[in-house]
């Protein structure tokens, strides 16, 4: 989000950013830096009639052409404010994917308030068409757009591998249900009594505690780990960093067993470094990586299956994995960069606004 604010500031638009939790502010300098105001509501818990009138009154009193919200429950928020700015266009943003839903009702309620908004952007080509397909009437409203991701900041060095042995893997994510960590660390153990040895694991991210639920799967995590020692002296937890670019650079492949996505950051990083992936085939994933070109696909419910994707590529010789590398790079620098995404907005703002003049809020 603060990347396609920035991006739209540098291509020369009047961009503001309204957020309601000013106290989580890891982004200011960056926005500080491009002169972006950010205009700011301390919201408490629960809903807030307080917020919507202070967004409504922004958007009144700046004549702002485009409002663009991402996330749930900023975009209800945006949706409501659209029923007194009938001269404002509105985007709304779904980030997810609809695999990783926790309720029918709650996703109804919220495709439904959906018809408020001008159009909808997802970062997915799967979650457009599920959305499309399942809500008949949002079909000609969607559009895919995906994450833009500064390249450039990425190297695509090669990290030598001395001996497939030798091969260390790195896995980014929350410690939680949806990442799969489970089936991962059973496919190392078939992994180890096919070939007698481990790959290297490094797992980077915070442990999902914060719910009953979140506890007891890290809980299960352990205990697994801890039934499988040979996997065990092979992995180890990074927690969470900022260093990604880094440590991507310091690993031979990305590996993502998560059971669902909607465009996953990480993925777009590793391939930005020009590391292979090796990725569940679920959601986009098959387009972000292509199976045999830039990583292997496996099923991510299946760990032999994803044994035999890490297998894959440990099989590959040195040529072979250059290939991938410079391949992923490739698609990355073609598809993934930041002005594809700006573009695609600005494609968005014309569609909507009949000579846009670039006055746009995003909300956060």
Known sequence: MVTLVCGLKQRGHHVSLFIYFPQFSFFRKKVEELAIPVHEFNKGRGFSLGL???????????HYDIVIS???????????????????????????????EKGVISAV?????????????TNSNNHREWLEEKYSWLKGKVTTIYNGLDVG??????????EKKDMKLIAVGRIGVGKNLISLIRALHIFHQTYGWVPSVSWVGRRGTATPMGEEYCQQVDELLNSFPEVKKCWKWLGERSDVPTLLQEHHALIHPSFYEGLPNVICEALAAGRPVLVSNVCDHPLLVSDGERGFLFDPNNPESIADAINKMTNLNWEEWLNFSRNAKEYAEANLGIDKMVTAYEALFSKLVECHTGKTVVVK
């Open 109 to 121: 309620i919220r495709c439904n308030f959906h018809r408020m908004a001008n159009h909808l952007v």
């Open 70 to 100: 991402f996330l749930d429950n900023p975009n209800i928020y945006a949706e409501l404010s659209s029923l007194f700015s009938p001269s404002t266009k509105f985007i709304v943003s779904e980030r997810s994917s609809h695999l990783g």
């Open 52 to 62: 919507i009138g202070q967004l409504i009154g922004l958007i009144r009193n700046n």
């Open 153 to 162: 900041c990425y190297s695509g060095l090669p990290f030598p591998l001395r």
